[in-house]
């Protein structure tokens, strides 16, 4: 699924242990999908950013990345 | 003043082309440097040709010195004395390639989301002497600007924070999709100028709206080109903006 790629991409992007990244949809209703994301321990503030920041940019792009599919998409940050 | 430009496109050719008419000069008059031939494919195999583009410092002369056509490289062109580009402890050409190392990054980063949601686009890489600027271009899609340029915001909030991990200073790097934040710097310019005209009429006050420590540069800069009145940025990020003052003579 193009979403939880996209997802994963931007992940290792940010981090400093990207072989430590994984999503995983988790069953949403039909319409909307949750995505939960991990990180390695060590790489959690990086894509929570500074008051959310960081967090917030990746709901942003990841719900546009999942509109071109015609869904929805719900990341958490789990760890 | 712009020296190089780094396109990618779906060819060496369009790449070249694209960047040639950008610069304003023939072929004749710059260097171009291929840094991927580009791969033409449905899935994963497909890249863009890449082709850097710089003008020859010596295209005023006439006259091509033997052996100077391959030096393409920002950093042994500042040796030469010729550059100019001194602008903070930083040299001018270590300067030139920090901004060059982070505008590969972001334009990477773009590259790679593009690729994924197979959205087609050809990517323009222009770096000046503070700043880099990653234009995408040609994407048919308004996908990634978002509402309001939200999505475009958070892109480049995203592009910020993956560069920076990578070379650990402030990032220098500007991402636009198809021209949509040149549109807004306009518009910001023109409420700025209306602005400075009210400081002028009325001597109080009057506040911009919040941007960006790029788009904040700019307004000073206007406001600096403008006589009787002086600027400074109030608040913090991301809600800092721009106050036109009268000046006191």
Redesign the interface.
Known sequence: MMTEEVLAFIARKLVDHPDDVSVTPVDGDRVDTVLELRVHADDMGKVIGKRGRTAKAIRTVVKAAATREGTSATVEIVD | MTRMIEKRASTVKDATAAALRELGVGPDEATVEVLNEGRRGLFSGRSRAHVRVTVREDRSNGETPVGDTLVTEPDSRAEDGTAGLETDDTSGADRLAELNEEADLAAD?VE??LD???LPGDIEIEVDENQAFVNVVEVGSG??I?RRG??L???Q??VR??TQ?HVERRSHVRIDIEGYRQRQLDKMKDRCREGIAQVRETGEPFRLEAMDAFERKVMHDLVARTGGVTSASEGVEPRRRVVVYAAEE
Do not use: Q, Y
């Open positions: 980063f790679g989301l994924i949601l197979e996908l990634l978002g939200a999505t915001e958070a892109l909030e995203l924070a993956a991990r």
